[in-house]
Nanobody
């Protein structure tokens, strides 16, 4: 199971850090990713991080503004978002994949999903 936290309402330009905890063992066997979705739209890739945490990949719309990280000892993955924009408003989902491939940028490549945490950015 995956559980996200850290969402909220912020002003444009602010920063926010999302957290995701995975329950269970072998956390470091999973590629972890973050996606976001607004109603009526497909789930959009935000970022992913490999098993050891030494390789990351970002979506075009957030590259340079966000940073994904993980703590395998604590079964945690984080998404730090800076210089937030109105268009970052969405529900953010944490995802885990058992795939051996890298990077993983598509929702169907992930096996487990959290319930999502809401981020609202206003001017």
């Amino acid at each position: 199971q995956l559980a996200e936290s850290g969402g909220g309402s912020v002003q444009a330009g602010a920063s926010l850090e999302l957290s995701c905890e995975r329950s269970g063992r072998s956390f470091n066997n999973f590629v972890m990713g973050w996606f976001r979705q607004i109603p009526g739209k497909e789930r959009e890739f935000v970022a992913c991080i490999n098993w050891s945490g030494d390789s990351t990949y970002y979506g075009d719309s957030v590259r340079g503004r966000v940073r994904i990280s993980r703590d395998n000892a604590r079964n945690m993955v984080y998404l730090k978002m800076n210089r937030l924009k109105n268009e970052d408003t969405a529900t953010y989902y944490c995802a885990a994949s058992k795939s051996e491939y890298w990077p993983l940028m598509y929702a169907h490549e992930y096996d487990y999903w959290g319930q999502g945490t809401q981020v609202a950015v206003s001017s």
